[in-house]
């Protein structure tokens, strides 16, 4: 079976594009992020017509994610257990955030996450990405803990870059968020959870990236972050037989800031 996780920045914007990349590299799952559409305006019907069953949530032009699959798709959960909102006003608590969404494909529980980005190290949103990590973690943690064969998948973009060699240039990032310690220590945690980064063993080396802002020539000059990540239970990484980031479709006029990132499971 073959998994994708893909940062889309905007599913309406490059729906030829998400059709044409599913049918010519055969992905059997793709979690998406970033769709910037409300659950009615999200393209459906060409998910359908491609083999896809497909759910989603998006509650404004900003967020939203998704998961397609043409193996199944049961048990859809929005959000996890005590997910936390973007508290805006300290006075009144806000609803969650069209962040997470997830659903059994063919045996494998997929998580299509799009962490919150941060902002800034003083921004009440970084306050937020932190919190937020931690209510994660506390649910994934749980479930291995109540079944530590489970197959489960944490996909998506985690808007954090866990070591030096996963970002252009550590000295740049100093002061800004994605290479912080705290969030580097809310990324690791998933690590001593039980968790792994399936995708790492199968690209090594620095350089080797998942995103590249559009200012700055930053893709020609080779200047991004490894940010979008597989995260997979024990269970799950005992059967990955290849992973790859997908460069190439960061090329061209049109593209999304992110790579699809791709991992192949055996039965």
């Not at 996780?5 to 059709?19: E, F, G, H, L, Q």
């Not at 001593?192 to 802002?213: A, I, K, L, Q």
Request: aromatic fraction near 10%.
């Amino acid at each position: 079976m073959r998994i994708a996780t893909w940062n889309v920045n905007s599913v309406r914007a490059r729906t030829d594009r998400i059709m044409d990349w599913l049918a010519r590299t055969d992905t059997d799952v793709l979690a998406i992020q970033e769709t910037k559409c409300k659950d009615e305006q999200f393209p459906y019907e060409r998910f359908r017509e491609a083999g896809y069953d497909v759910t989603h949530v998006g509650l404004s032009q900003w967020n939203g994610v998704a998961i397609a699959s043409r193996v199944g798709l049961d048990d859809v959960q929005i959000g996890f257990e005590d997910q936390p909102g973007f508290d805006k006003d300290p006075e009144v608590a806000s609803a969650p955030e069209a962040r997470a969404i997830g659903a059994t494909c063919n045996g494998v529980r997929v998580w299509s996450l799009y962490v919150p980005n941060g902002r800034g190290l003083t921004d009440p949103h970084y306050t937020y990405k932190l919190d937020w990590l931690a209510e994660l973690h506390s649910n994934a943690a749980g479930w291995l803990k109540e079944n530590p064969e489970a197959q489960i998948t944490l996909m998506g973009d985690w808007n954090i870059a866990p070591t030096d060699e996963d970002v252009w240039d550590p000295a740049f990032f100093e002061t800004r968020t994605h290479t912080s310690a705290p969030e580097r220590q809310a990324f690791q945690a998933f690590i001593e959870s039980g968790f792994s980064d399936v995708v790492r063993p199968h690209t090594p080396g620095p350089g080797v990236y998942t995103y590249w802002d559009y200012t700055q020539l930053r893709f020609p000059k080779r200047q991004g972050m490894r940010i979008d990540f597989v995260l997979g239970s024990p269970a799950v990484s005992a059967r990955v037989d290849k992973a790859e980031i997908d460069r190439n479709e960061r090329k061209g006029k049109g593209a999304s800031d992110h790579a699809p990132v791709i991992v192949d499971l055996s039965d």
